[in-house]
């Protein structure tokens, strides 16, 4: 197991925070049950000379303890979700590492305005780390790591559930192959190819069907750019499947249904759909956090538009593994995903160097909320038309069958 660890931590830090090269500030955000990881993760930043390390421990009980006995305003000045230290980091042009692993059997019993209003104390009390983050200006990257608690839910029936998770996140980041740094090199380049492809088409809509009775078509913004992890020095996801885009918030019509369960704030959604109407979702039904959703969409604006549309084949190497993950860095890379909330300035051509208002008048939505939900399926269908008035079959049986022009 410590050989794992090591080649986690390495994979991490040298390819997807590019330290070798760049041995800047760090702050690691991690569960603290995680601890045997993280220590031999901070050795490794040591040797490759970072010389400020923070960290931002999380605790899913402790979590748990704090939103059933607080009220809301002593739980918003909780370093839970007040995440003021990520904007002092940000200051420093710091590298960022996120590790999860949410216990999501702990918050059942969690009134849904609670978990609502955390979340989005976590995400607004950022902002500058958040700018940065979605100008590309700092290097980030988001990982999982097993605790017991998280493991369970994986593994039920698994005799030994954390050595099994810990397995099963090696197998999904190339850890369990000799070299995973030079795998992802290869993997990578796969994604990127995609990508340009994309870009190549031009596409004015796609238009997503399936049995579930998903009928949503989504129009792009004209200068789009559909990007994929891993194309410079960092990795943003770790691991990652997707191409992705985003689309024009004003421009997307129908119905879409959820394809697997979405974990937020550690409570479980379930069997969900949404009716959208010029971009906004106008209708919600769920089998489970119906609640959840409504407060979700109502954390401001503009959060009840949609931000990202991204393409993952549903053989996936982790579809594949035939598990649910309940984590949707995870999850997504298993399936084709939508976001609801903010949208990239950078999948927008020059979108980098725009104003909030200005990326909001081209069609890129502009939220503190930002959530993947799964949309892929085995019998997924994506047809898209180009700005010339053409059809192309993109998605064909839940998988690319976009063809080379």
């Known amino acids: 197991m410590r050989e794992n660890f090591e080649k986690y931590a390495e994979l991490l830090l040298v390819r997807c ?20 990881f993280i220590e031999i993760l901070t050795h490794k930043a040591y040797e490759l000379g970072v010389k400020d390390i923070a960290f931002d421990f999380e605790d899913e009980v402790l979590k748990h303890e704090q939103l059933l006995h607080l009220e809301s305003e002593n739980l918003l000045e909780s370093p839970f979700w007040n995440k003021k230290i990520f904007d002092e980091y940000a200051k420093k042009e710091a590298a960022f590492l996120m590790l999860y692993s949410d216990d999501i059997e702990l918050m059942k019993d969690i009134p849904s305005d609670k978990i609502s209003l955390t979340s989005h104390q976590f995400r607004a009390s950022r902002p ?20 017991l608690g998280y493991a369970k839910k994986v593994f039920p029936n698994e005799i030994h559930p954390l050595e099994a998770m810990w397995n099963a996140i090696f197998h999904c980041c190339l850890v369990d192959q000799e070299n995973p740094i030079a795998a992802w090199e290869e993997k990578t380049a796969r994604i990127q190819k995609k990508a340009s492809l994309l870009n190549q088409y031009h596409f004015r809509t796609l238009h997503y069907e399936n049995s579930l009775g998903t009928n949503l078509l989504v129009e792009l913004p004209k200068k789009h750019i559909w990007l994929g992890s891993g194309s410079g020095n960092t990795i943003s ?18 119905v879409v249904y959820s394809a697997r369960p979405l974990v937020y704030g550690g409570s479980l959604i379930e069997n969900f759909s949404f009716r959208v109407e010029n971009g906004k979702i106008v209708e919600i039904e769920a089998e489970q956090g119906k609640e ?10 503009n959060a009840c538009y949609f931000g990202e549309v991204a393409l993952v084949d549903y053989d996936s190497p982790i579809s594949n593994m035939n598990l649910i993950f309940y984590e949707t860095l995870y999850d997504e890379n298993a399936s084709c995903h939508i976001a609801i909330g903010a949208g990239f300035p950078n999948c927008y051509e020059d979108g980098v160097h725009l104003s909030k208002e ?8 502009s939220s503190v ?4 939900f799964m949309v892929g399926t085995s019998d997924l269908k994506i047809t898209g038309t180009t700005w010339d008035g053409e059809e192309y079959l993109i ?4 998988n690319f069958a976009l063809k080379e022009r």
């Open 292 to 301: 959840i959703l409504e407060d979700m969409i109502h954390n401001d604006e």
């Open 128 to 147: 500058l780390y958040k700018e940065k983050q979605s100008k590309d200006e700092i290097p980030w990257c988001i990982a999982i790591v097993a605790t």
């Open 369 to 372: 909320v930002h959530t993947d």
């Open 237 to 254: 996801n770790m691991p990652t499947e997707e191409v992705f885009t985003s689309p024009n918030r004003m421009g997307v019509n129908g």
């Open 358 to 365: 200005e990326l909001l008048e081209a069609g890129i939505n």
């Open 17 to 36: 925070l590019n330290l070798k090269d760049d041995p800047r500030p760090l702050l690691v955000s991690a569960p603290i049950r995680a601890i045997d």
């Open 395 to 398: 998605f064909e049986n839940g």
